[in-house]
Every structure is written in structure tokens, then in C-alpha cells.
């Protein structure tokens, strides 16, 4: 079946423009999480969202990062005002259930602020 | 809180010799562990999990690992690897508190060589 799918693969923006990132879960899955891969801090969680509860933003980096869950489906990450700092590979994850679980990862999306 | 940390972030090896990738984790509460793998330009795949049950976990492509909790180790072994484990991988622990949030250590690249 499907994985999990995420767009665009790469994006290369100019520091102070907005982006948004979509990620499209397996479906069916309740869970969808949000990783961000960088050389300098490496794998590290963003936001997390379980079925039709208030979404876990322990780990947004500032206020310029946001997230929404739209029809307990596809999601978007945005970043408001890049800075270079954000450049980084954004991952998208998804899980079957509420609990622990495995996580299917998509591909990523590589994004570059210059 | 809980940290994960691998204590190599290169391995080189030749092929068919055997390989052994050291994660050690700290946590407070009782933890659930991971083991991923990135290809070049890919997302993570699942190599096997600690959940419940046996120790010795085994999991994808010959790979297994040995939950530890009095050493709070997981290390990763393949008895004889192939050029097509050259990767990186990811040991990765999440608790009941932490709701699957994974914490991720900062990878070990291997490098088979012929």
C-alpha cells in the first residue's frame, strides 16, 4: 500500500519568506508526528497529533512554526519568516493507533533558506 | 526527560565481518526502543523494536538487538553484513509519558567495505 508522502521533496526559499511543508499520512493511521533531521542537532521532534486531540507542540523551535491536522488527515508545517537556521530535512511520521507504536516515515522534504 | 546516545558516529566494516552498533539510553520510566535505518536520501525505515517480552529482539535484513535494563543498553548486531547495509542508523526510545514521542540518538553512518 501507500506510505507516507510528503511535498515538496526539496525547497530552496530566501531567509524571511513563508513556507509550508504537507505531509500525507497512511492512511487510517490516528497518529502524525513532525521530526526535523539538521547537522547541527539531528533528529529532533516538532509537534505531534493524536485523532481529534489538542496537538502536543513540546518541540516547535519558536513561535514562527506551526502546524495544523486538517480532517484528522493531511498535514502542514509552516514556518513563517525563514531564517537560515531552518535549513533542515522536515519529516513526516504516522502511526496506526493511539499508544506506543511504530512510526512509518516519509521521504522528507529538504528545505534550504538562503 | 529521557536521552539516547550512540557512542559511535562512524563504523567502518569490512564486508561479511560482523558489526555491532552501541545505544545506550537514560530514562526515569519504563522505555520503549527503536532501531531505524536511513539509506542515502530516503526517510527512516524500522530495523525492529523493543517493546515487551524476549530481550533479544530480531528484526529486518539479519539484524537483531538485546535489550539491556540493568546496562540501559540496545545495542544493534549483524553477524555478516553486506555492501547494501552501508547506511545510517538510529536507535530511538519513547515512553508511556513521552505518548510515542521519539527521542532519537545522533546515528552511527557504517560503512561496508569491500
Known amino acids: 500500500g501507500a506510505g507516507v508522502s510528503q511535498s515538496p521533496s526539496n525547497k530552496v526559499t530566501e531567509k524571511g519568506k513563508d513556507v509550508e511543508l504537507r505531509c500525507d499520512p497512511i492512511?487510517?493511521?490516528?497518529?502524525l508526528y513532525w521530526y526535523r533531521q539538521s547537522l547541527g542537532q539531528g533528529l529532533e521532534f516538532l509537534i505531534y497529533?493524536?485523532?481529534?486531540?489538542?496537538?502536543?507542540k513540546s518541540g516547535l523551535p519558536s513561535d514562527r512554526f506551526s502546524a495544523e491536522r486538517t480532517g484528522g488527515s493531511v498535514s502542514t508545517l509552516t514556518i513563517q519568516r525563514t531564517q537560515q537556521e531552518d535549513s533542515a530535512v522536515y519529516l513526516c511520521?504516522?502511526?496506526?493507533?493511539?499508544?506506543?507504536?511504530?512510526?512509518?516515515f516519509g521521504p522528507g522534504t529538504r528545505l534550504t533558506v538562503l | 526527560a529521557q536521552s539516547v546516545t550512540q557512542l559511535d558516529s562512524q563504523v567502518p566494516v569490512f564486508e561479511e565481518a560482523p558489526v555491532e552498533l552501541r545505544c545506550n539510553y537514560s530514562?526515569?520510566?519504563?522505555?520503549?526502543l527503536f532501531w531505524y535505518v536511513q539509506y542515502p536520501n530516503q526517510g527512516l525505515q524500522l530495523l525492529l523494536k523493543?517493546?515487551?517480552?524476549?530481550?533479544l529482539v530480531k528484526g529486518i535484513n539479519g539484524f537483531e538487538a538485546e535489550f539491556n535494563k540493568s546496562q540501559t543498553s540496545f545495542h544493534l548486531r549483524k553477524p555478516s553484513v553486506h555492501i547494501s547495509d552501508t547506511a545510517e542508523y538510529f536507535c530511538?526510545?519513547?515512553?508511556?509519558?513521552?505518548?510515542?514521542?521519539?527521542?532519537f540518538g545522533g546515528g552511527t553512518r557504517v560503512l561496508v567495505k569491500p
Open positions: 492512511s487510517g493511521h490516528t497518529a
Open positions: 530511538a526510545v519513547t515512553s508511556k509519558a513521552a505518548g510515542n514521542k521519539l527521542t
Open positions: 497529533f493524536q485523532g481529534n486531540s489538542a496537538p502536543d
Open positions: 523493543y517493546l515487551s517480552g524476549s530481550t
Open positions: 530514562s526515569s520510566v519504563s522505555v520503549y
Open positions: 511520521a504516522s502511526s496506526p493507533r493511539q499508544g506506543i507504536d511504530e512510526q512509518f
